[in-house]
């Protein structure tokens, strides 16, 4: 496995990792290639988005940090990083969140970001047990969401 940075060829791949976790029940709905551009490879307030990727060239997962911006859909301070993991289950337990954090991390110091918030439906055990497993610690809890924060 490696991890790089995510690139417009990528889309397809990004989006099939999606629709696999929808269709394992943890995600609530599917998307698409122009969905994946928008969100993840080429919003303007990205910081920096990595694949992993296995020996075939397989995404096996994704990682996104973006800037919070005042009034963004989340509600997190502006300057804040704002983090999201992606992750097949089929790739479960095989290092890939770990992998695509450590870039993640690496870029938000050098961005010079103090925070990273990982918002998450409360109903997504996995999801905190992961950011938490990666030293984020709850900060909020707005409704259907549980907000975690890694400060650096």
Known sequence: MKTRPAMSDDAEGMAAVQNE?????????????????????????????????DDDGRILGFQSLRLAKVGNPWDVAEGWGIIGTHVSPLAARRGVGSALFRDTLRAAREFGLRNIDASIGADNMLGQAYYEAMGFQTYRTPNGLVCKAFYL
């Open 21 to 53: 976790i929808f269709a394992a029940g943890l995600r609530k709905t599917p998307t698409d290639k122009a969905t994946i551009m928008a969100a993840y490879i080429d919003p303007e307030d990205r910081i920096q988005c990595v694949v992993a990727e």
